[in-house]
């Protein structure tokens, strides 16, 4: 396993603040996340689906700034971009814990 240090560290940071399971669904609603991806969900991944592939690969560090990035290179997306490390961090997290 190679973990960058300095990347490794900024996640301990983030990672050490306190973010229950419910803040993460809280963070989700606030941010906008759910006009797209929840129930209703048309052209985005739904909920479920993505909390499935996220629980797949799992809420370490790596996993969870993996998928950071996938969401900030899709530019065209606006709440991708708007939300901050931290908060979309806690978000990944909350989703790969199966969204509870
Ligand atoms: C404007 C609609 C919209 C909003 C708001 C939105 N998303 Fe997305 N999201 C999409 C679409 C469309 C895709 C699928 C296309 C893609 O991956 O770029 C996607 C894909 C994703 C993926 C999968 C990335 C991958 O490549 O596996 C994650 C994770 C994700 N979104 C998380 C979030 C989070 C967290 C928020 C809130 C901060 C959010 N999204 C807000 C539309 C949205």
């Known amino acids: 396993m190679s973990i960058r240090p300095i990347a490794s560290l900024m996640l301990g940071t983030l990672l050490s603040l306190p973010a229950g399971a419910s803040d ?57 971009q708007m939300v901050s490390d931290e908060s979309a961090i806690a978000i990944l997290a909350w989703m790969a814990r199966g969204s509870r």
Do not use: Y
């Open 24 to 80: 993460g669904g809280q963070l989700a609603a606030d941010h906008g996340c759910m006009n797209c991806h929840g129930p209703a969900a048309k052209s985005a991944p739904g909920l479920q689906g993505l909390s499935a592939k996220l629980q797949r690969k799992g809420d370490s560090p790596e996993a969870l700034q993996h998928l950071l990035k996938e969401m900030r290179e899709g530019k065209t997306i606006h709440g991708h």
